[in-house]
């Protein structure tokens, strides 16, 4: 689980607010998005209540202070080494790489909403972003075919 902040919801004229996705990694290797107003620790209790397992993090101490005194939960810290590589295993890399990328389909969406002058229109935010297929198995040519073609 991460946090990620990002602009959204108006904050006054040409203004937005300060929002955060939260990026959940799923033992069967699917990737999920919440959404929250706050990057407290309540959105983190809410979307993990039922949580058992390995809580991969980085050590913001919202996860810290979930998983103590939870014996069901392993919690494991991921972050940068002090010569900026990853501590994490390749495949969690390669993942993250992934998520990114998919996060990058999303911006380049919002882009093109103003572009096209549209991002006003919330139903033609969903509209644009709809076809973006999130699996995994889905090619980085699919997805930028998807979004392009949206336009």
Do not use: C
């Amino acid at each position: 689980m991460d946090e990620t902040p990002i602009k959204a919801g108006r904050a006054g004229p040409g203004k937005l607010k300060p929002t955060w996705y939260w990026p959940l990694y799923g033992d069967a290797d699917e990737l999920s998005f919440t959404w929250s107003a706050s990057r407290g620790s309540a959105h983190v209790k809410a979307q993990l209540k039922d949580f058992a397992g390995t809580l991969l993090t980085d050590g913001y101490a919202a996860y810290d202070a979930f998983a103590q005194d939870k014996p069901e939960i392993t919690q494991r810290t991921v972050g940068r080494t002090a010569d900026g590589t990853s501590s994490a295993p390749a495949t969690a890399s390669r993942r993250r790489s992934r998520a990114l990328e998919l996060i990058g389909v999303l911006y380049e969406v919002e882009q093109a909403l103003r572009d096209h002058k549209l991002a006003a229109r919330p139903s033609s935010s969903t509209a644009a972003a709809m076809p973006i297929p999130w699996s995994r198995r889905s090619s980085a040519g699919a997805i930028s075919n998807a979004s392009a073609s949206t336009w």
